[in-house]
C-alpha cells in the first residue's frame, strides 16, 4: 500500500492518505497490533451501527507497523473552525454538545466492553500513590455502570465537519458501554487541558490557552440543555477520568491533572470541579 502525505499523528499512530478516498492509521511499532485490531474491530461496529463515523477497510501492516485503512473525510474539524474564528466558539459549543448528546442515546454495539474495565486498568497504572488510586478505583466502583455509547476520546479535532456540513466523528478506538457523565467529563478534561498539536500562531495559541475554561462552561451549559446532571456527579467523572487520562496522556497534560488530583484527594468532602 502506498503511503503519500502524513495528515495526523499522535502519540500511538500516524495517520497517512493512500488515494483519493482512503487513509491508512499506522501504529508506531509490531508491539501495538493487538491494539490496532481491537480498535479496527471497534470502528467496524461503530459504523455498521449508522453512526456517523468513516467506513473501515481493512487491517494491514506495513514495514512492521500495524494498523488499518478507512474512508477519508474531507472536511474541517471543530478545532480547526474556532482557531480560525475565536467569536464562533459558542455556536461551536452548542454543535460540539449536540453531536455527543446524540451519540449518547444510539444503540450501543453488542462487541463494545463496559467502560469500567478499560478505566480500573488505567488507574492502576497511572502512577499514583498507593491511597490515591485506591481513592479513584473507590469513586469508579461507586459510580453507575450506565449503558450509553461513550466514544471515549471525544474532542474538537475529533469532530469533522465534511462538505456536506454534516458532522463526522473519528477515532472510535475508545468507544466503549458506559456512563454518559464520563464522557463528557472526558472532553472538559480536553477541552481545559489536551494537547493542541500543529503548528498554530503563537497569538492564537495564546488567545485558546486563555479562553479554554469559558469555553469548557460553553461546553457544559448546552450539554447539560440536552442531558442533566449534578456538579457531584461531574466531580466525580472527573477525578475517576483525570486519573485515567495519566495511563496515556501526554506530558504537557500531567502537571494539571495531578494538581486537580491532589487537591480532590486533600479534600475528598468537597465538590472541585477541573
Sequence with gaps: ML?????????????????????????????????????????????????????VYECTTVNGRPGYSMEYIE??????SLLDNVLSARKIAVRFASIQAQIHTATVPGSLKPEKESLEWCIMHAGLSGTECAYGLQLLKAAPEGSSLCHGDYNLTNVIINKKNEPVVIDWGAAACGFYISDVANAVLMIKNGAVRGRINPAVRLVLALFRK?????????????HTFSDKELHDWEVIRSMARLAYCSEAEKPALLKFIHTCFAKPEKVLLF
Design 3 to 55: 503511503l503519500e502525505y502524513k495528515i495526523g499523528e499522535g502519540q500511538e499512530a500516524e495517520v497517512y492518505t493512500c488515494g483519493e478516498h482512503t487513509v491508512l492509521k499506522l501504529f508506531r511499532d509490531a508491539s501495538y497490533a493487538e491494539k490496532a485490531h481491537a480498535e479496527f474491530e471497534r470502528m467496524k461496529a461503530v459504523h455498521a451501527q449508522g453512526l456517523p463515523s468513516p467506513a
Design 75 to 80: 472536511g474541517r474539524s471543530l478545532l480547526s
Design 214 to 226: 469559558n469555553l469548557a462552561g460553553m461546553y457544559l451549559k448546552a450539554y447539560r440543555h440536552l
